[in-house]
Nanobody, 121 residues
């Protein structure tokens, strides 16, 4: 049973920083996984923020967060992080950790419960 547990959300002023963490359990490490952060603001669709290949470490970012957010992983701790700097009110959302099994098929997707990030003065 795969479980993802996020932490690190909260209230921060514009221009501030937060670091989100997601601890994964139940992954089969001989498989290839991608780890991602998504977010969903009120009244908007869930969107991809950043993703990282657990094995290769290659990353991908949404244009809106490039240069401000950094995704990283610590495989020894089964943890993926999202360092968020220069936060803006538009970054306010529930942030969800996601893991997707790339290989072998079939693909599988798992979600965490989400953590609230509020950027406000």
């Amino acid at each position: 049973q795969v479980q993802l547990v996020e932490s690190g959300g909260g209230l921060v002023q514009p221009g501030g920083s937060l670091r989100l963490s997601c601890v994964a359990s139940g992954l089969t490490f001989t498989f290839r996984w991608a780890m991602s952060w998504y977010r969903q603001a009120p009244g908007k669709e869930r969107e991809l923020v950043a993703s990282i290949d657990r094995a290769a470490g290659s990353t991908n970012y949404a244009d809106s967060v490039k240069g401000r957010f950094t995704i990283s992983r610590d495989n020894a701790k089964n943890t993926v992080y999202l360092q968020m700097n220069s936060l803006k009110p538009d970054d306010t959302a529930v942030y969800y950790c996601n893991t997707r099994k790339i290989l072998p098929p079939p693909p599988l997707v798992y979600w965490g419960q989400g953590t609230q990030v509020t950027v406000s003065s």
